[in-house]
Nanobody, 128 residues
Framework: QVQLVESGGGSVQDGGSLRLSCVAS????????MGWFRQPPGKEREGVAA????????QYADSVKGRFTISRDGAKNTVYLQMNNLKPEDTGMYYC?????????????????????WGQGTQVTVSS
């Protein structure tokens, strides 16, 4: 069992920045791909970004490419999401996720149905 705890959410103005953090309760560096998903109000949860084992490979949703950066620190069992140039449409609950490598390697890193563990979420609100 892996527990994921997110932090760093908040309220910012259009164009602002936030950095989300997710700490895992167990060693995940060589076992799980890590990712961030978000759920806008009234919409389904969607994949935002993922980082593979080792941290060398990443994947992003088209809507955040060039603005968000995902990274992981294996020694700290922590994954980060740096969000720059935030827009109102980025508003939502952001969830940290751990996915078995067999699924992210197969191309499902941004698919919520293949997530093994979820965090409880942290709210991000961007106002215009």
């Amino acid at each position: 069992q892996v527990q994921l705890v997110e932090s760093g959410g908040g309220s910012v103005q259009d164009g602002g920045s936030l950095r989300l953090s997710c700490v895992a309760s167990a060693y995940t560096s060589s076992t799980y791909c890590m990712g961030w998903f978000r759920q806008p109000p009234g919409k389904e949860r969607e994949g935002v970004a993922a980082v593979f084992v080792g941290g060398g490979r990443t994947q992003y949703a088209d809507s955040v490419k060039g603005r968000f950066t995902i990274s992981r620190d294996g020694a700290k069992n922590t994954v980060y999401l740096q969000m720059n140039n935030l827009k109102p449409e980025d508003t939502g609950m952001y969830y940290c996720a751990a996915q078995e490598t067999r699924y992210c390697s197969a191309g499902y890193s941004l698919y919520r149905n293949y997530v093994r563990y979820w965090g409880q979420g942290t709210q991000v609100t961007v106002s215009s």
